[in-house]
């Protein structure tokens, strides 16, 4: 059983940054592909980034590319989503998920992960 939280969240103008940090409970964390999803008012939820269990992979949605990056440090277990350049767009509440032990794909899909946070607010201004 895998445990998270998310923190960071906040309102920022239009061009600042945010780091978001997830803690996980459990000393599994090491064995879970980590990922970041966000869903806005009246919309889906949607896959931002994801890392491999050793962070040496990482994969990111096409919004983002270039202005997120997402990491991890095992030894606090925690993972983490740095956000540059934001834009009103990114609004939404951000979440952090862990896939099932034993999943080594890095996946974008949302049910593909088994454990969830509570998410935390993200809100830009324009």
């Known amino acids: 059983q895998v445990q998270l939280v998310e923190s960071g969240g906040g309102l920022v103008q239009a061009g600042g940054s945010l780091r978001l940090s997830c803690a996980a409970s459990?000393?599994?964390?090491?064995?879970?592909?980590m990922g970041w999803f966000r869903q806005a008012p009246g919309k889906e939820r949607e896959f931002v980034a994801a890392?491999?269990?050793?962070?040496?992979?990482?994969v990111y949605a096409d919004s983002v590319k270039g202005r997120f990056t997402i990491s991890r440090d095992n030894a606090k277990n925690t993972v983490y989503l740095q956000m540059n350049s934001l834009q009103p767009e990114d609004t939404a509440v951000y979440y952090c998920?862990?896939?099932?032990?034993?999943?080594?794909?890095?996946?974008?899909?949302?049910?593909?992960?088994?454990?969830w946070g509570q998410g935390t607010q993200v809100t830009v201004s324009s």
């Open positions: 998920a862990a896939e099932p032990l034993g999943s080594w794909a890095i996946s974008r899909v949302a049910h593909e992960y088994d454990y």
């Open positions: 890392i491999s269990k050793r962070g040496g992979n990482t």
């Open positions: 459990g000393r599994t964390f090491s064995s879970n592909v």
